[in-house]
C-alpha cells in the first residue's frame, strides 16, 4: 500500500516552454501533497504545500507564478514549470500525506526535468 | 519546524550493524520522527517512524529515548544495497505536517 506514482519520469524541453507534472496517490486519499526539488548532491528544498480545493502554499523564494499547482482531487495533484529555463532543471519530487497524524508522507519516484 | 543533526557520512561493511543518531532538540510535543531512505534518482523511501521509545519493523529498530531530543536508527546486518542517503525528520500536527529534510547521512556499504 502507500503508493505514490508521478508522470513523467523524465522530460526534455526546449526554454520558455511550459511542462506538466502530475502525481498520484494510487491507493489512498491524500488531503494534502507536497512538491519537492533537488539538485544534484543536495537534499530536497519543499517548495509547496497542495490542498485539495484550495491554493497551494509556497515557501519562501518559490514563485507561485513560475510553478502553478493544482490539486484537483484527493488522489492527484499537478505542477506545471511555466515558461522553464535551464536554470530550473532539476528532479521534482512530490509527496502525498494521507492525513493521520501517525502517519507519514509517501513519496513519489521523481521527474527529472531538464531544459535546453 | 525541529531542525536536525546528523552525521554527513558513515561507513560500513557487509554484515554489520549500522547505527545512526540524529539529534532534534526542538522537537515539539505532536511531533513524529521518521526516517526515509533515499538512492540516486529516487524518491525517498520511507523506512520506519516512532513517537517515543522503541520501534521495531522488517528493516529497522528506531530508539528513541525518554527526552526525545534524540533518536537512532539501527540497520541490522546491512548488504550493498543499504548504500543510501538516509534522512532524519521530525514534523507532525504542529506544522501542518511539512517535513524539513537536513543534509541526511550518506552510508557507504562496502564488500
Known amino acids: 500500500g502507500a503508493v505514490v506514482s508521478q508522470h513523467p519520469s523524465w522530460v526534455i524541453c526546449k526554454s520558455g516552454t511550459s511542462v506538466k507534472i502530475e502525481c498520484r496517490s494510487l491507493?489512498?486519499?491524500?488531503?494534502?501533497m507536497f512538491w519537492y526539488r533537488q539538485f544534484p548532491k543536495q537534499s530536497l528544498m519543499l517548495m509547496a504545500t497542495?490542498?485539495?480545493?484550495?491554493?497551494?502554499?509556497?515557501e519562501q523564494g518559490v514563485e507561485k507564478d513560475k510553478f502553478l499547482i493544482n490539486h484537483a482531487s484527493l488522489t492527484l495533484s499537478t505542477l506545471t514549470v511555466t515558461s522553464a529555463h535551464p536554470e530550473d532543471s532539476s528532479f521534482y519530487i512530490c509527496?502525498?500525506?494521507?492525513?493521520?497524524?501517525?502517519?507519514?508522507?509517501?513519496f513519489g519516484p521523481g521527474t527529472r526535468l531538464l531544459v535546453l | 519546524l525541529a531542525k536536525t543533526t546528523q552525521p554527513i557520512s558513515m561507513d560500513s561493511y557487509e554484515g554489520q550493524e549500522v547505527n545512526i543518531t540524529c539529534s532534534h532538540n526542538?522537537?515539539?510535543?505532536?511531533?513524529?520522527i521518521t526516517w526515509y531512505q533515499q538512492f540516486p534518482s529516487q524518491g525517498p523511501r520511507f523506512i520506519i517512524q516512532?513517537?517515543?521509545t522503541k520501534v521495531t519493523n522488517e528493516v529497522a529498530s528506531l530508539f528513541i529515548p525518554a527526552d526525545r531530543k534524540s533518536s537512532t536508527l539501527s540497520l541490522p546486518r546491512v548488504s550493498l544495497s543499504d548504500t543510501a542517503v538516509y534522512y532524519c525528520?521530525?514534523?507532525?500536527?504542529?506544522?501542518?505536517?511539512?517535513?524539513?529534510f537536513g543534509a541526511g547521512t550518506t552510508v557507504t556499504v562496502r564488500a
Open positions: 509527496s502525498a500525506y494521507p492525513g493521520l497524524a501517525e502517519e507519514t508522507q509517501y
Open positions: 491507493d489512498f486519499q491524500a488531503t494534502t
Open positions: 497542495s490542498n485539495e480545493g484550495s491554493k497551494a502554499t509556497y
Open positions: 526542538n522537537i515539539a510535543t505532536n511531533d513524529y
Open positions: 516512532g513517537y517515543k
Open positions: 525528520l521530525v514534523g507532525g500536527g504542529s506544522n501542518d505536517y511539512k517535513l524539513s
